[in-house]
């Protein structure tokens, strides 16, 4: 008897019997039964296994489907994991093998810097740190004015991002002479949060 000709139940044991999550993926890849039996398992087993590790890699290259599956096996969307990880691959992804820098972000750091709208929607709704900063200091919204994506900007303040958040050299998130800053500042008030606190708490406001 081949193996994909198996009974589920021991298909799915077989599949638990294994430690890497490459074994499992390659398992998947059997044929298409084989995909529809284990793509959920192999989702659960990375975020119960490998510390959600896949949900910035879903981040990073804008793969909404995928961290969607993630988020619904129990993700947590402020997952950070160390600076140099191995990741392998899932049954919806071409095959990676080779070790990728992710710099110590979350995946909401990660997907607004890349400019990925939904991706920072969907982690949002899933009660992502939007002031979380990297080892840089740098928070999602100066990665993402960095990087000129103004509708990410736009959802990042209306979801109560700090504007004048400092990286480590005192650079704010928005400089109070960028030609975003007057209209990020509307936003803000329309999404009911008030005027901008000055750098350092202050009890000043500043456009």
Known sequence: MLLPDLPNELLLHFAESLESEGDISALARTN????NLLSDYLYE???????SSALIWAAYHGRIETAQRLLDNGADANVLVCPTIGYTTYPDL?????????????PLLWAAEKGHEALVKLLLQNDADVNIMDRNGQTALRLAVDAQHRAVARMLVANGADMNAGDYT????????HPWREELVDVRISAGLGW??????S???VM
């Open 170 to 177: 005192n650079q704010l998130a928005v400089d109070l002479g």
């Open 45 to 51: 087993n990375n975020v119960k296994q490998h510390g």
């Open 32 to 35: 298409a039964s084989m995909h």
């Open 94 to 106: 071409s095959y990676e093998s080779a070790q990728t820098t992710y710099e110590g972000r979350t």
């Open 196 to 201: 901008p606190l000055a750098p350092k708490d």
């Open 203 to 205: 009890k000043c406001v």
